[in-house]
């Protein structure tokens, strides 16, 4: 099985291209934000962590953290921010490894996806077979977002300026895929990138 970090800036088109993979393709696939909500639920060790750090009035009456009443007290105090991502970070990267780990004995995957904006500064790079960076060109991307998402221009330049820039997504990962264009075209990139992955785990066999 082949581990694969996904990342990207905002806007390029991760989650359209984890879609077409889900779909063609012997793989699991998981989000690192999808990730993050789950280790946040109710009985799990960063939830009572969570609580005890920001008080238990951040849990609604049902148990669940507000997500609302949570990023209003973390915003608004950046070591307060620090602590959090610090109990959130490293249980995803638990969570995910735990996956991993049950995936490689199961047998049954060829490929292990994990998606994040953030792979590169959560030290992924470490732990991955490769990294693939998706491309998108900037206005593109804006179009996308305020298309999809409603997002103003103002907000998309806040959102990217706190993102790596190009140059260092490159710079980090073994592959680019360009999602800059026709979506046809961005498939037959992905197609002949995991045609040599299934040829290296074909060697990778032989060699067991």
């Known amino acids: 099985m082949r581990f694969i970090g996904i990342t ?4 390029s ?22 990730a993050a909500h789950l ?5 799990t060790k960063a939830y009572e962590t969570l609580l005890a ?4 009035d951040i849990a609604g009456a049902d148990g669940q953290i507000d997500k609302g009443v949570m990023a209003d007290r973390i915003f608004a105090d950046p070591d307060l921010l620090e602590q959090v991502n610090g109990i959130i970070h490293p249980a995803v990267k638990e969570f995910l490894l735990e996956k991993l780990d049950a995936a490689r004995k199961a047998g049954q995957t060829e490929f292990f996806f994990v998606e994040a904006a ?3 500064e959560g030290g992924y790079l470490a732990l991955v077979d490769e990294m693939w960076y998706i491309y998108a060109d900037e206005q593109v991307r ?6 999809s998402r409603g997002y103003s221009q103002e907000k ?8 790596l820039t190009e140059a260092q997504f490159r710079e980090s990962c ?8 026709d979506f046809a075209g961005t498939c037959r990139q992905i197609d002949a990138r995991l045609l040599v992955c299934k040829e290296i785990l074909r060697q990778q066999s032989t060699l067991h």
């Open 8 to 11: 990207g800036g905002v806007g």
């Open 13 to 34: 088109g991760k989650s359209e291209i984890l879609g077409y993979i889900g779909k063609h393709y012997k793989c699991e696939i998981y989000l690192a934000d999808e």
């Open 39 to 43: 280790v946040k639920q109710p009985g």
């Open 53 to 56: 750090l920001l008080g238990r």
């Open 118 to 120: 953030l792979l590169i």
């Open 142 to 147: 804006r179009e996308r977002l305020r298309a």
């Open 156 to 163: 998309i330049a806040r959102i990217m300026a706190s993102q």
């Open 174 to 181: 073994d592959f680019v895929i360009d999602n800059s264009g």
